[in-house]
């Protein structure tokens, strides 16, 4: 599986840990669209590189890690991104159900607000989930049609 990974300068130490990680574990094609320096950089243009990624068409399935700060500000700019369902996560449980329930295609996660091992979990129960369908489906579905303007308020 291809992994895309982001981060701003907040989020880099947190990003390059979590590269090893996956390394360790193998069986990942990582992709780095940057930072590659703890030197100050804006998280948008990482985020739109890492949605444009995760969004792209074709048979592989791209699944996408972005770091900054706190995780907060690169998940709104993710989230920009049509075909983006990006979850800032900081426990196990949400990084779990926001790809069983919300089928998330991005985690995010802020360097400052969550330590190595934690990321290694978080990342771990993400990635290790999938989406389940079923009644989850139509939520997903009521959501792309938000992203496209078509959504159709019930009485």
Known sequence: ???AVGADHGGFELKESIKKHLEELGGYEIVDYGTHSSDSVDYAEIAYKVGKAV??????K???ILCCGTGIGISIAANK???VRAACCSDTFSAR???LHNDANILCMGGRVVGEGLANELVDAFLGSEFEGGRHQRRI???TAIE???????D
Request: negative net charge; glycine residues 10%.
């Open 1 to 3: 599986m291809k992994i």
């Open 55 to 60: 969004t792209q068409d074709g048979d592989e």
């Open 62 to 64: 791209i699944l996408g």
């Open 81 to 83: 991104v049509k075909g």
């Open 97 to 99: 159900y926001t790809r």
């Open 141 to 143: 579905d009521q959501i």
């Open 148 to 154: 496209n303007e078509t959504f159709k308020i019930s």
